[in-house]
């Protein structure tokens, strides 16, 4: 392949997130169903070089931390291929520590990537099918971002999919304060386990259900009480959402995102406007 091209990387929301126990291995066990959403998205741009690099308009993210690199890593060990000759280059959108799903997100384009500009590794029998399983070893929820899927079930530790028919009938409004960044590892830190967890059947709660208003009766996200409690100002945003039209608000992931489903497209875009105004990000999706 020759020239510039570009590809997008989504961002994603929880629609409901329970943790229920912690594994041996020291993850957790979830139950949460993944949704994709097209606002906010980064954009990844790919040029021929004369050898592979990866670049990012966030210098922070120029590391073998970038969960791109480590994809790309992957990918070269799984397939016994050199890297082919591209400058991969990210415009960081998303943003990081707000359970956007951003890392991850990006992480599974690069594989699309490397399988494209890699004929040889693309020919191989059940490339699909070990692209996802090297997806998993870099990130739990790059599985979901690999699938395609618009939405899916996600168990075990996320990398567990089951995709369902399932598209939100409401406008869904993203709220982050730019001041508040959110680790996984803090999230999980100060979850609190059930003795006797039960997980929502996802798959009864979604087959047939358009009234976004009766979702709120039904699902929640366990890291909210111990995240609320150390950012006060993440729980006045959910209520704040509430207040002005949302029809649910929920954190997404482990934090620090709240994003707020509207019915209303028209109270949703005026939401946005006054959370902008009050020196937030907004993203409307």
């Known amino acids: 392949?020759?020239?510039?091209?570009?590809?997008?990387?989504?961002?994603?929301?929880?629609?409901?997130?329970e943790v229920l126990s912690k594994r041996p291995?020291?993850?957790?066990?979830?139950?949460?169903?993944?949704?994709?959403?097209?606002?906010?998205?980064d954009v990844i741009t790919v040029r021929d070089a004369e050898f592979f690099r990866v670049t990012c308009s966030d210098p922070s993210l120029a590391s073998d931390e970038n969960l791109m690199v480590r994809a790309a890593h992957k990918f070269a060990s799984w397939s016994?291929?050199?890297?082919?000759?591209?400058e991969v280059h990210l415009e960081k959108r998303i943003p990081m520590g707000a359970g956007l799903g951003g890392g991850s997100s990006d992480a599974a384009m690069m594989l699309k990537i490397l399988?494209?500009?890699?004929?040889?590794?693309?020919?191989r029998s059940g490339v699909l099918a070990r692209r996802e399983g090297v997806g998993g070893e870099v990130g739990a929820d790059v599985p979901f971002f690999l699938s395609g899927a618009k939405a899916a079930i996600a168990t075990g530790i996320g990398e567990t999919l089951k995709p369902i028919d399932f598209d939100l009938n409401a406008a869904v409004l993203i709220i982050l304060d730019p001041a508040i960044h959110v680790s996984t590892r803090e999230a999980y830190a100060g979850v609190r386990l059930?003795?006797?967890p039960i997980a929502t059947n996802f798959s009864d709660l979604f087959s047939d259900r358009n009234d976004v208003s009766d979702l709120k009766r039904h699902i929640r996200?366990?890291?909210?009480?111990?995240?609320?409690?150390?950012?006060?100002?993440?729980?006045?945003?959910?209520?704040?959402?509430?207040?002005?039209?949302?029809?649910?608000?929920?954190?997404?992931?482990?934090?620090?995102a709240i994003f707020g489903l509207f019915q209303d497209f028209e109270k949703a875009e005026a939401a946005k406007q006054r959370f902008e105004s009050e020196g937030l990000l907004a993203f409307l999706s």
């Open 1 to 17: 392949m020759t020239g510039i091209r570009e590809y997008i990387a989504p961002g994603k929301i929880n629609l409901g997130l």
């Open 25 to 41: 291995d020291g993850y957790h066990e979830i139950n949460t169903v993944f949704y994709r959403v097209l606002e906010p998205h």
């Open 80 to 86: 016994g291929l050199e890297l082919p000759h591209i």
């Open 115 to 123: 399988s494209e500009y890699s004929p040889l590794a693309s020919r």
């Open 194 to 196: 059930s003795a006797n």
């Open 221 to 256: 996200n366990d890291f909210e009480p111990s995240i609320f409690h150390r950012y006060p100002k993440l729980a006045e945003i959910k209520q704040s959402l509430l207040d002005r039209g949302a029809d649910l608000a929920l954190m997404s992931g482990s934090g620090s």
